[in-house]
């Protein structure tokens, strides 16, 4: 990627990571892997997450108590640690779509595009 | 497979994680990585190319670690309580609690100030109180092995002096006799007039045996004792000056020693200074020479003035010489029938004579700030309770996170304990002013007084204090704040147990105990004030005010004879009774209430001689005739001393009614005639011309002695040395104008002890307004604490209460009534501590029984009337949180959970 479409990724991931994170773990608890392939998948591979980047975040949003992990032993495989959406973590989730679609319309309505 | 573990391990070692999270992190990162391969080579790529796509998801590792760095140590700055990690760091916990302590109390100011405030004043008082006990009672006296000191006297018990200033003549024998003693010293009072060197001042000292220095074991600053060469008769000229009077008098000069100076119109040679700390036994004196009996004194058995002193020898008990003396005396008494009769003799440590009559009012004392310690503990006991009652959240959360209970008690107490700390130092700058403060006010006849301080002992007994306060106060709060049900706490809404009925039990406990303590306090103070107000309301037999007394003792030696002092006693109280502002004046060989002594033995014409040991002792004092006048002692019968009464007039003497009353009962006493001891010649007969009222001539708490008056143209012994104006205008105005009188007829005559005779009667009872003054300070203490602990239990329990009072007054009930429930239960508190108080009086007052005149230690007057103090302080106490009370809004109160 050039220059600038690195520090759009950036900054662009920066302000959507954690609403990712959050929806996804939404409908039932998943592991890391998992929420990295679906991010991956969903997107068409605009949007990538490795190591670096989704496990740091997935501690960030344990710390502030908006998604709980909890080791799980399934039988005949190793113990996998699965994250779910807590309470709080609800509430920051409808919060943040709210804000993310206000964004979006008001950027629309500057710059002329119509809603697909 | 390759070993991912090991690669996700080498990219985060720098970290230095916690172990264990570090391994949940190796696995879970081990774990994406080991998916990413299989899937690779499931979706048909070679190892090669699997593993370089699991690697991939690891490019920026930098900033893995870096953000992780920053996650964990952001988890890290939690804290870590003990059962998470299980450190066992005595001191590193402690001073974490020291600091978590010390932010809970800054962080409630007011809590803090007022506890602080109360275990200051109940610290400090302490500290004060035991400085004085420290110095006079505990601090070994400043001489050589004190404690083989002792004080010996005879035991007149006869005539009612148990501790007799012996006579001459017995010191000589008891001194020859014994084999307990190593040394025996008489001292004696003497005054002299200092002249030659500036202004005459008259000098107080102390004529002593050259055996003295020697017991004590004191060394002179300059030069040496006196030898025993120099206390002979004849002999003794030489002085030794005391540190104040050479500083003054002499500027310190170092070559005193040798030089001669004039006394009483007689040469003394100094021989030697005594160092500034020196005193004995009290600290007046200015001067010392040697006793130096005459052959006359020596003989003499029948006046007793001395103090005698004596050390024991090693290995001698003090019952040993007790029963040694005892033996002496009674052999002198058979030798000797007509002086010595049933005269026994008494040995007395030293600090038991020199404190015994003080030592009662300071144990008192001490008990008392003791009690004000304890009511000031329970109050902050109290208050810890109340605190600990909202704190109840931050416990529970504690236990949650697992602290332990010992844990929490642990850091209930490390708080006390530095509240206690912090009122304890407070309470010793406290007590170091409280020192300063009594040490003005100790009636100076106490010994050390001077030297009383806060030292090394008091800080140690302070500290102690301290950590015991509070141990005490802290560990019924940290024990109930930490006994609760964690579920019940931490569920919103729930009562806490400190608010439950064995908190308010103990708090109510707490608050009944101190007003129990205050009513005691109260009482003795009560009975003190009582006891004072009797004393000082007891008529002394004269008038005390506009009264003018001063000293002007004549020199023997210049005013040998007395036509010479009787014409200076004319002369002078002619030109004072000349000066405006005054209406009369007199002399007397001694004003009331200044001292002991100054007594004869009488004999009665037409009776038989009395038996030995059966002789009349009256108080004897020389006056000039308008003495009684000025005095403002009425005249009952008879006539007053007037121009009639001359050198060579029959010799006429005037009664107290008390004399009367006890050697003529139901007779006339005027004209009936006596004299001292055994009349020698027909000129010895006086005639009784008078009675006049008793006076107290010692002390205002003693019957008035039976008592004789003569005139000093007539007596030829005891000369005058008190002179008494009686003044229209401001007694102390005319000062300087009587002085000028006295020196208008002999420039060299000093004049001393200008007071007024309120004054002097103020002075005699300085002690027992000391003692009143000091309780009632402590009781005053006391109440307000009891009172500020009661508001406080009650605003507590109005508080919780609430709920419950906003129900009863939606259901109708008025201001009155609930202001009737609150005061009630407070009242209830209030009266159960006075009755526990009221019985703790009765038992313990009996100690102060001899601190009480006119006043029994179970006056019911006093008991009621501090009762209904307490009682009314107790109301006002509740008074504003049930005014509070009625406040609430029931609507608000009914809402609130």
């Known amino acids: ?116 | 497979m390759p070993d991912w573990k090991r690669e996700v391990k080498n990219r985060l070692s720098g970290l230095q994680l916690d172990p264990v999270r570090e391994s949940e992190i190796v696995e879970e990162l081990t774990q994406h990585l080991e998916d990413r391969y299989e899937e690779s080579l499931r979706g048909g790529a070679t190892e090669v190319e699997a593993r370089r796509a699991a690697l991939r998801e690891l490019e920026g590792d930098g900033l893995l670690t870096q953000s992780l760095r920053q996650i964990e140590s952001a988890t890290s700055r939690e804290p870590k309580t003990s059962a998470s990690h299980g450190r066992v760091n005595v001191f590193s916990d402690l001073w974490q609690d020291l600091r978590y302590g010390a932010r809970v109390l800054l962080k409630n100011r007011a809590f803090t100030i007022v506890a602080v405030i109360a275990l200051a004043l109940g610290i400090g008082a302490n500290s004060a109180i035991f400085s004085v006990v420290n110095t006079v009672l505990l601090r070994p006296l400043p001489y050589k092995d004190p404690e083989r000191i002792v004080s010996v006297d005879e035991d007149n018990s006869r005539h009612g002096f148990p501790h007799d200033t012996p006579a001459p003549a017995n010191y000589i024998d008891w001194r020859d006799q014994n084999k307990v003693f190593d040394q025996m010293a008489a001292i004696a009072d003497l005054s002299m007039n200092l002249t030659g060197a500036g202004e005459p001042e008259r000098l107080d000292g102390r004529r002593v045996s050259a055996s003295l220095f020697p017991l004590l074991g004191v060394e002179p600053q300059l030069g040496r004792w006196f030898s025993p060469e120099e206390d002979q008769a004849g002999a003794n000229h030489s002085i030794i000056l005391s540190h104040a009077l050479w500083q003054r008098r002499f500027g310190g000069d170092a070559r005193i020693v040798g030089k001669k100076i004039t006394m009483n119109g007689y040469d003394f040679e100094v021989v030697g200074v005594m160092p500034a700390s020196f005193q004995f036994p009290t600290r007046e004196d200015q001067f010392w020479i040697p006793i130096a009996f005459s052959q006359r004194e020596a003989a003499r058995r029948r006046s007793h003035f001395l103090e005698v002193y004596a050390r024991l020898k090693d290995g001698v008990t003090l019952e040993q010489a007790r029963a040694e003396m005892t033996t002496i005396a009674a052999r002198l008494a058979q030798q000797y029938p007509e002086e010595n009769t049933d005269l026994g003799a008494g040995v007395v440590p030293l600090q038991e004579q020199l404190v015994g009559n003080i030592k009662p009012a300071l144990l008192v004392l001490l008990g008392a700030v003791g009690f004000v310690l304890l009511v000031a503990c329970a109050n902050v006991a109290n208050l810890l309770l109340a605190r600990a009652a909202v704190r109840q959240k931050e416990i529970a959360t504690r236990v949650a996170l697992g602290a332990s209970r010992l844990r929490l008690i642990r850091q209930f107490l490390t708080e006390s304990l530095l509240l206690a700390m912090i009122g304890g130092v407070f309470g010793l700058l406290l007590s170091v002013w409280g020192v300063r403060l009594l040490k003005a006010f100790i009636p100076e006849n106490i010994s050390q007084a001077a030297s009383i301080t806060v030292d090394v002992k008091v800080l140690a007994f302070t500290l102690l204090v301290s950590l015991l306060t509070g141990l005490v106060f802290g560990l019924a709060p940290a024990t109930q704040a930490t006994k609760f049900n964690l579920n019940e706490t931490l569920k919103e809404g729930g009562r806490d147990s400190a608010s439950g009925s064995r908190g308010s039990r103990i708090r109510a406990a707490l608050v009944i105990a101190e007003v129990a303590l205050s009513l005691v306090l109260l009482v003795g103070a009560g009975l003190l004030v009582n006891s004072f107000l009797h004393l000082r309301g007891v008529d002394p037999g004269f008038h005390t005010d506009h009264l003018l007394t001063m000293n002007v003792v004549l020199p023997a030696q210049k005013y040998a004879d007395q036509a010479h002092r009787s014409a200076f006693y004319d002369d002078l109280l002619r030109r004072v009774e000349a000066l405006p502002g005054v209406k009369s004046a007199a002399v007397a060989s001694q004003i009331p209430l200044i001292r002991q002594g100054d007594s004869n033995g009488i004999a009665f014409e037409g009776r038989p001689d009395p038996a030995p040991g059966q002789e009349n002792i009256v108080a004897t004092r020389i006056v000039s005739p308008r003495y009684f006048q000025t005095m403002g002692i009425q005249l009952l019968r008879g006539r007053p001393f007037g121009e009639q009464d001359r050198a060579d007039a029959p010799a006429a003497v005037v009664v107290s009614e008390s004399m009367a009353r006890r050697y003529y009962p139901g007779e006339d006493p005027l004209g009936k005639r006596i004299s001292f001891g055994k009349p020698q010649s027909p000129d010895d007969w006086m005639t009784i011309v008078g009675i006049v009222n008793d006076v107290r001539q010692y002390n205002l708490d003693a019957e008035p002695k039976p008592q004789i008056y003569l005139t000093y143209q007539q007596a030829g012994f005891f000369a005058p040395r008190h002179l008494i104006i009686a003044t229209s205008v401001e007694p102390r105005g005319l000062g300087s104008a009587v002085r000028g009188a006295v020196w208008e007829i002999d420039k060299d005559q000093p004049v001393s002890d200008i007071s007024t005779m309120e004054d002097v009667l103020s002075e005699s009872i300085a002690r027992q307004r000391f003692s009143m003054i000091l309780l009632a300070v402590f009781a005053a203490v006391g109440l307000i604490l009891a009172a500020v602990g009661l508001y406080g239990v009650m605003s507590y329990s109005v508080a919780q209460r609430r709920h419950e009072i906003g129900i009863r007054m939606a259901l109708g009930a008025q201001a009155s009534d609930v202001l009737r429930m609150v005061v009630g239960q407070g009242l209830k508190l209030v009266f159960v501590g006075v009755a526990i108080g009221l019985i703790a009086s009765l038992a313990l007052t009996r100690v102060m029984a001899s601190l009480l005149f006119g006043v029994s230690a179970t006056d019911p007057t006093t008991f009621a009337v501090i009762s209904l103090v307490l009682v009314s302080a107790g109301v006002l106490a509740c008074f504003v949180p049930a005014r509070r009370a009625t406040k609430v809004d029931p609507m608000i109160a009914l809402r609130y959970e």
């Not at chain 1, 600038?4 to 990712?20: F, P, T, V, W, Y």
């Not at chain 1, 996804?24 to 392939?37: D, N, T």
Request: positive net charge; hydrophobic residues 40%.
């Open chain 1, 1 to 116: 990627m050039t220059h600038i479409s690195q520090m759009l990724d950036r900054e662009l991931k920066k302000g959507s990571a954690e609403l990712l994170i959050l929806s996804l773990v939404e409908a039932r608890p998943r592991h890391g892997y998992e929420i990295s392939k679906l991010i991956e998948s969903r997107s068409d591979g605009v949007v990538r997450f490795n190591v670096a980047s989704l496990y740091p975040l997935l501690y960030r949003l344990e710390q502030r108590g908006w998604i709980k992990g909890r080791w799980v032993e399934e039988a005949g495989q190793r113990r996998r640690r699965f994250y779910r959406l807590t309470a709080d973590g609800k509430k920051v989730l409808a919060a943040q779509r709210n804000t993310w679609r206000e964004f979006v319309e008001a950027i629309n309505r500057i710059t002329g595009m119509e809603h697909a």
